[in-house]
């Protein structure tokens, strides 16, 4: 059984902001003068203390890969950066066993005025290794990292993306036992990225440990077995790649839901009222109520119903519509011809919405119930349900699907050459 290589035991870590009021020019020179000396404006000093991380405790043991995931400003650079003994806690402790070789910020470690091979060997340095070592590994570092035309370049005239490969580069090649990587791997081409992140399967199988903070869910997702959710500097949850980021999707939908909804107004009702929707469920094939789903996903949608008396021949009808307020889609029950011959009391009723192609985005959902002859509404909720279709990564190819298209729908199409002329 693996070992324990990394414990966090109740870790908190504590910052002090300091709101400096400068109301207008009288107040500048004062301000400048309390920096050279005793004096101070400390009535207008306002301290302000905040916990970007709060009482998390966890471990990852060896062989394992544990993805970090959460809002900007949830505190998953502060876990890699006490990882990286760059900072210390608050409170709690921190036990690592092992070298670390941390990947947090573009050219950490690094010197602008240095070449690209001067600082393989001062990155290496730092990392504990010797000359020699750092020149046995040199042709590998310098071969993944594909800069051998601007090795002897200093390193300030760099982009983001070429201080991105050759940081990764080293990194991945001093043989950490840990290794910490941040979203900087985002700056770099898509070729980069899937040879990155096979390199870091590498290092997960050969019992070493990685923890991988990334606002890329489909990359977590195809390489960490384990994920954990942070929010505000708490851990939301911890468990199983798959259930956290589901959980985490769920949230965030909720939260942009309700913002939409303030900004929009709220769901409308109106009709005779004999029969009333009750409730109103969105989910998957497999009936688990969420509002996120991947393109051609099965969208659920059921209606429970109360019916005050006997109403025959009841037409219930959904739309769906764009976050822009565009209708997408209106169906029902009597132009499918499968309207019930009459409701009484409580149900349910159930529509599927097969292979849906909506594009990624926010929907709304109107529910009704109408007459038989579809002129008066029973009942009609604009707004009742909401759902989001998500961005889906073809692990495969390392883009995503329908990388390209645009609109509101995807229309299965085909193409074929009819003529070509040839010289």
């Known amino acids: 059984m693996n070992r324990v290589a990394v414990r966090f035991e109740n870790v908190s870590k504590r910052y002090t902001l300091h709101h400096q009021r400068i109301q207008g020019l009288r107040d500048v020179l004062p301000y400048y003068l ?8 400390a009535q207008k000093t306002r301290n302000e203390e905040f916990f970007a991380l709060k009482d998390a405790s966890f ?30 806690p608050t409170q709690g402790r921190v036990v690592v066993e092992g070298k670390v070789a941390a990947l947090i910020e573009i050219g950490a470690g690094f010197h602008g005025d240095l070449t690209g091979r001067e600082n393989i060997y001062l990155y290496g340095s730092i990392m504990g290794l010797r000359k020699r070592d750092i020149e046995e590994k040199f042709d590998s570092i310098l071969a993944f990292s594909e800069l051998e035309p601007f090795i002897d370049t200093p390193i ?4 983001s993306g070429m201080y991105a490969r050759l940081g990764f580069s080293v990194a991945a090649h001093v043989n ?23 390199k870091m399967e590498e290092i997960r199988q050969s019992n070493r440990v990685i923890v991988f903070v990334s606002h890329s869910l489909p990359a977590v997702e195809s390489l960490c077995s384990r994920a954990l959710w942070l929010d505000h500097g708490i851990i939301r949850e911890l468990d199983s790649t798959k259930k956290v980021i589901a959980a ?11 913002q939409t909804a303030s900004r929009d107004g709220n769901s409308e009702r109106k009709g005779s009222g004999e029969v009333r929707i009750t409730k109103v469920q969105i989910t998957g094939a497999d009936s688990i109520e969420r509002n996120g789903f991947f393109l051609g996903e099965d969208i659920v949608i059921r209606m429970q119903y109360s019916a005050s008396k006997r109403i025959f021949a009841p037409s219930f009808g959904i739309s769906v519509w764009s976050d ?9 029950t009597k132009a499918e011809n499968v309207s019930p011959e009459f409701v009484e009391g409580v149900g349910t009723i159930c529509c599927t919405l097969k292979n849906p192609r909506f594009l990624p985005r926010l929907y709304f959902v109107r529910v009704a119930i109408d007459d038989a002859q579809g002129k008066m509404p029973y009942d009609l909720w604009d707004k009742a349900g909401k759902f989001r279709i998500e961005v889906q990564q073809d692990a ?21 050459l009819e003529n070509k002329d040839t010289p």
């Open 156 to 159: 300030k005239h760099y982009s």
């Open 396 to 416: 495969a190819k390392g883009n995503t699907i329908l990388d390209g298209s645009w609109g509101i729908v995807h229309v299965p199409n085909t193409w074929h």
């Open 59 to 88: 471990e990852i043991k060896r062989g394992e890969a544990l993805g970090v995931i959460g809002p900007n400003g949830a505190g998953k650079t502060t876990i890699l950066k006490l990882l990286a003994g760059i900072i210390e």
């Open 248 to 258: 985490y999707i769920n949230e965030t939908n909720r939260r942009q839901m309700e």
């Open 176 to 198: 950490p036992d840990i290794i910490l990587v941040d979203e900087v791997l985002a700056v770099g081409d898509m070729h980069f990225q899937r040879k990155c992140h096979q």
């Open 324 to 332: 822009e307020g565009l209708r997408i889609c209106t169906i029902n």
């Open 34 to 41: 309390s920096r050279f000396t005793k004096n101070s404006i």
